[in-house]
């Protein structure tokens, strides 16, 4: 009699914590590895929208992810000097919410906290080395712990180095979209209380949101940039010098933001961008999330991919005995609602960060038209992808009800 299948994924953020679930309620023996020492809290706010908010409830979070719901009950909007362009009230507090938007923290802990007690966690380290073996494959540890898995899941983000380790170079599949951003926490200024404040000028945007009435608040800028800037990702310093240098002179709050990018030790910086792989498995290998296919945050489906991802690549290894299969099941699932997401950035999703004068006039005129912010219309990209159903098996003698995928 064989065991359960082992499997390990690289990354305890949103996919993996949410993979290792679903792999665990189909029977599979599951490692977590994670490179942070311990979980991480905080976090910016994400979105959970139209098919992965299925996955939320199946998982039975909803009603705590609901309580955690923390959408903007105003948003402001103001020109390069400061003054008020139109400030919108939300309407999304009234009634059930369709879609939820929680603190990153708040959703890694409660996935965590579903399968910590059945999932092997591996904190503070990392993989160094991936080889074939004769029926899995063969995994060395930074810290010299040694294993072999019959499968290798990365779920370990946009910069994912088991991607790099598998599949190649990075820059093979990223997709540049001439933005850089960075986020970062710094002092509630004027008692913020659950609002989004954004400043604009062409190709540069700033913004401050209260999540809640604590005294902290996120602080974001973003900038246009034609080409990547290489030595900012590399350097700590030169990113902060690169964001003193675009934003140098601007009123508002900006030279408080500015300063906080200076002294600030959570500052996160990056590019928009996206990952386009024509393959997201490899031999025993296969990438989920960010990892895999990557949106970028000007289509706010990042989570939402990750977390439809992990159920769809668990439910075809759950029903398929055979990875070849079961990765075959996967691709051929999830690639037609990845490239309808990862299309929305053609669509309008930089609307928010114009980077002519025109197209800055053009959304203004728009907003001084609205007394609240519009309802977000469900695109038909967000539900593009329909779950596939798991049954319940009859409680084994163990008194262990096993999930079983329905092809």
């Not at 949410?18 to 490692?31: E, I, K, N, Q």
């Not at 991919?305 to 029903?319: D, K």
């Not at 691709?331 to 930089?350: I, K």
Request: charged fraction near 25%; aromatic fraction near 8%; include cysteine.
């Amino acid at each position: 009699m064989t065991g359960p299948r082992t499997v390990l994924i690289s990354g305890a953020s949103v996919s993996g914590p949410a993979l290792a679930y679903w792999l665990h309620r189909a029977g599979f023996a599951v490692t977590v590895v994670e490179k942070a020492d311990a979980l991480r809290g905080g976090g910016y706010p994400v979105d959970i929208r139209g098919t992965a908010t299925e996955v939320i409830r199946r998982t039975g979070l909803w009603p705590r992810l609901r309580e955690a719901h923390i959408g903007p009950r105003r948003a402001t909007f103001l020109d390069a000097a400061g003054r008020t362009v139109a400030s919108l009230r939300s309407t999304a507090d009234e009634g059930e919410p369709r879609d939820l938007e929680i603190r990153r923290g708040d959703l890694a802990d409660a996935l965590y906290e579903l399968v910590r007690d059945d999932v092997e966690f591996l904190f503070g380290d990392s993989v160094s080395r991936f080889d074939p073996a004769e029926r899995g494959v063969d995994v060395t540890f930074r810290s010299g712990r040694q294993g072999t898995y019959d499968l290798v899941i990365g779920a370990d983000g946009t910069h994912s180095a088991t991607r790099a380790a598998l599949f190649g170079p990075e820059d093979r599949f990223h997709r540049y979209l001439g933005y850089c951003f960075a986020l970062f926490t710094l002092p509630n200024p004027g008692h913020l209380h659950r609002e989004l404040v954004l400043w604009n000028t062409p190709g540069k945007a700033a913004a401050l949101y209260a999540t809640g009435d604590g005294p902290e608040v996120h602080g974001f800028l973003t900038f246009h940039r034609p080409e990547p800037p290489r030595d900012a990702l590399r350097d700590p310093d030169a990113r902060r010098a690169l964001v003193a240098e675009v934003f140098a002179g601007e009123g508002w709050e900006i030279p408080r933001m500015v300063a906080a990018v200076r002294d600030t030790d959570d500052l996160f910086f990056d590019t928009a961008g996206q990952i386009r792989m024509p393959r997201w498995t490899h031999g025993r290998a296969a990438l989920v999330g960010d990892a895999a296919y990557a949106p970028s945050f000007l289509t706010g489906q990042g989570t939402s991919l990750g977390l439809s991802g992990a159920y769809v690549l668990a439910h075809a290894l759950a029903a398929h005995r055979d990875h070849t299969a079961a990765f075959a099941a996967y691709e051929d699932r999830m690639r037609p609602y990845v490239t309808a997401n990862q299309a929305l950035v053609d669509e309008g999703g930089a609307t928010l960060f114009p980077i002519t004068a025109r197209a800055l006039e053009q959304r203004d005129a728009r907003l001084r038209t609205l007394d609240a912010l519009p309802s977000a219309r469900p695109r038909r990209a967000h539900t593009a992808l329909t779950l596939p159903d798991y049954e319940r098996r009859p409680a084994s003698s163990s008194g262990v009800t096993r999930a079983r995928p329905v092809r």
